[in-house]
């Protein structure tokens, strides 16, 4: 157990042939499992009252939290972090017992029954450790030298085939991953590769579709038996193959380990002599509970019978026009869904007339998860609190059931990626995009009564009405603050926003402030001067992305004393119709907003003051 050099406190198995962490697990970053970087001391304390807190933002508690007692931290053999008190038994005996232990599942821990071996574990029968298919013990007394094969000759290409283990999983140690690569592929592939032992076959889904990923393994460690559909095919010999039957499997290859050393995590109560009164009180309890829920399921029944005949004009204030919609409302303006006009990744845009007769953009969400219902309460509570000309004006929402709807203005000429797209926006239209989405951004930040970090501004998010006049959209990654509240800005619990367009901080796991944003305007300014993608590659001068790009060819044509550089970067569909020292300022602003180093872009405001100049 250490402190590893980003300052994180890990459980590592180090072996004279193979180094693993093991906790936290591997394949979470570290804020997800509630760790904070690049912190300025390694710390870690167990205090005497059974709290432990280390510098890294770790912290538990023991079962036994409070309670004066003797504690002790270790590490036992089987590589798992515990923590024990000293209690008195009945017999008046001292002992040992667990009140805290890192790994609630052994058989996640690496190296726990050594190479080419494959650890099981349930609650009744404890930890067992058994040998691969074709695999044998080294040494049946220490199960941390693992299983050898059991012919010590590889067999060549066509004399191999694959044994199917279901719900087992190898962690680490793979050469190559392929990605939607069918079964067959994988063992065509393992076939050719004589340090291939076996491939890893997995299922992930992302959105509405899913993903197979193979993965070619040279060693078989760290691996285990759990309840998930992943299956894990091994290379032996044909002769071996065929006489195995997975069915039916010998008791002589499962060896049972030690069970645990010191008692689990136990309960004990003093015997009570009022237990007749106790049991009235639950008695009386259950009945008055069961009396609130009737009320309180009455109620519930009557208010909605009441709600569904409320007119639809009573859901908001007289003095706004923001307001609730139902469902079957907005199904019957949008034709029951019929008029696509966009798509994202959580969700779809249709266009529908209200009963009013006002053309609206209706955004269905996709995603009912947690995560999709907290982005749709994101944007409700934001849109309800701005108001400018350069951000999008919502007319209402619908949160019914599991449907979740946003209605705002229908704009005519769609977003801004679809016109760069197109090539339909000439100079001064660009210049006038960057000019309005600067003040829009400049409001939520400095403006608005309450601080909004917009999280997401990208050509897709900047939607063009009828005279081409750019509004801010989509905040559904949006974060609002109190303005006195400025410690906050860092408070974020997930990565936000579409690569390409974040700002370092984010991945280097910086504070959040509204920087972010000013980051992500200027390479939409970037991609509108140049009408490339922030992720194109540029063949001609290498690996580059668009914003080293732009930087690196203002600084060499600059060194060249070149008076015409613009050109080399501008986009060709507007080429010979703008102002060339406008756009020389254009391209510096944008580059001062996409700078590494926060501290050193402008704030939105400074943006519109430098642009007002342009």
């Known amino acids: 157990m250490y402190f590893d050099n980003d300052c994180i406190l890990r459980l590592i198995y180090d072996a004279p042939e193979m180094t693993t962490v093991y906790w936290p697990h591997p394949s979470y970053l570290s804020w997800q499992v509630g760790r904070s970087q690049y912190m300025f001391n390694r710390t870690a304390i167990l205090d005497s009252d059974g709290g432990f807190n280390s ?21 036992d053999l089987d590589g798992n972090v515990r923590v024990y008190s000293l209690v008195e038994h009945e017999s008046k005996m001292m002992k040992l017992q667990v009140q805290w232990q890192a790994i609630s599942q052994p058989c996640k821990i690496h190296g726990i029954c050594g190479p080419n071996s494959l650890c099981t574990y349930s609650p009744n029968a404890g930890r067992k450790c058994r040998c691969l298919p074709g695999y044998k013990t080294v040494n049946s007394q220490d199960w941390s030298y693992g299983c050898e094969p059991e012919l010590k000759t590889r067999c060549l290409q066509d004399e191999c085939d ?3 283990l279901r719900h087992v999983e190898f962690y680490g140690y793979d050469v190559r991953l ?47 038996e759990l309840g998930f559909e992943d299956s894990m095919y091994i290379k032996l010999p044909k002769k071996l193959v065929s006489s195995f039957n997975h069915k039916t499997v010998g008791k002589a290859s ?21 237990i007749k009164l106790l049991g009235l009180i639950l008695v009386f309890g259950c009945v008055i509970g069961f009396i609130e829920i009737v009320c309180i399921a009455v109620f519930w029944y009557f208010s909605s019978e009441r709600s569904s ?10 003095a706004t026009t923001f307001r609730r919609f139902t469902y079957a409302e907005l199904k019957k303006a949008s034709c029951n869904f019929r008029d696509e006009i966009g798509r994202g990744g959580a969700c779809i845009v249709y266009k529908g007339r209200l009963s009013d007769d006002r053309i609206a953009a209706i955004k ?11 982005e749709f309460q994101a944007e409700i509570s934001t849109i309800w609190t701005v108001n400018h000309m350069n951000l ?58 309450e601080w909004v970090l ?28 109190d303005r006195s509240d400025i410690v906050g800005h860092s408070n974020f619990s997930m990565i936000r926003g579409t690569r390409g367009y974040m700002a370092p901080e984010w991945v280097f796991n910086l504070p959040i402030t509204s920087k972010v944003d000013v980051f992500s305007y200027g390479v939409v300014v970037l991609e509108m001067i140049t009408g490339l993608s922030p992720l194109c590659k540029h063949h001609a001068e290498g690996e580059v992305e668009l914003i080293e790009w732009v930087r690196s060819r203002v600084r060499e044509l600059d060194q060249n004393r070149t008076d015409c550089w613009v050109e080399k970067i501008v986009d060709p569909s507007i080429s010979g119709k703008y102002d060339r020292t406008a756009m020389e300022n254009l391209v510096r602003i944008a580059l001062q907003c996409v700078e590494e180093d926060r501290e050193a872009r402008p704030s939105m405001s400074q943006v519109v003051s430098m642009l007002l100049h342009v």
Not at 254 to 274: F, G, Q, V
Not at 421 to 446: F, P, Q, V
Not at 467 to 472: A, C, E, H
């Open 55 to 75: 510098s890294d933002g770790w912290t538990f508690r023991s079962d036994d939290f409070g309670m004066v007692r003797q504690r002790i931290m270790r590490i």
């Open 392 to 449: 999008i004006e919502t007319w209402g929402y619908c949160a019914e059931g599991k449907h979740r709807l946003v209605v705002y203005e229908y704009m005519e000429n769609g977003s801004l990626a679809e016109n760069l797209k197109n090539g339909k926006l000439d100079w001064s239209r660009r210049l006038d995009i960057a000019m309005g989405t600067a003040k829009g951004l400049a409001y939520l930040h400095e403006e608005s009564l």
């Open 364 to 374: 269905r969400l996709n995603d009912t998860s947690h995560r999709g219902e907290a």
């Open 454 to 481: 917009h999280c997401d501004v990208k050509p897709h998010n900047i939607l063009l009405d009828a005279n081409y006049g750019p509004k801010v959209a989509d905040f559904g990654l949006s974060r609002l603050f």
């Open 309 to 318: 005949k409320i007119n639809p004009s009573d859901y908001f204030p007289a």
């Open 162 to 164: 694959f044994i199917e």
């Open 254 to 274: 499962y060896i049972d380990c030690p069970p645990p050393m010191l008692a689990t995590i136990t309960r004990s109560y003093k015997e009570n002599h009022e």
């Open 178 to 224: 392929h990605v939607n690569y069918t079964v067959d592929a994988c063992k065509q592939d393992c076939l050719r590769d004589d340090a291939c032992l076996g491939f890893q076959y997995t299922y992930q889904r992302v959105e509405n579709s899913g993903i197979y990923f193979c993965s070619l393994k040279t060693w078989l460690q760290n691996g285990y």
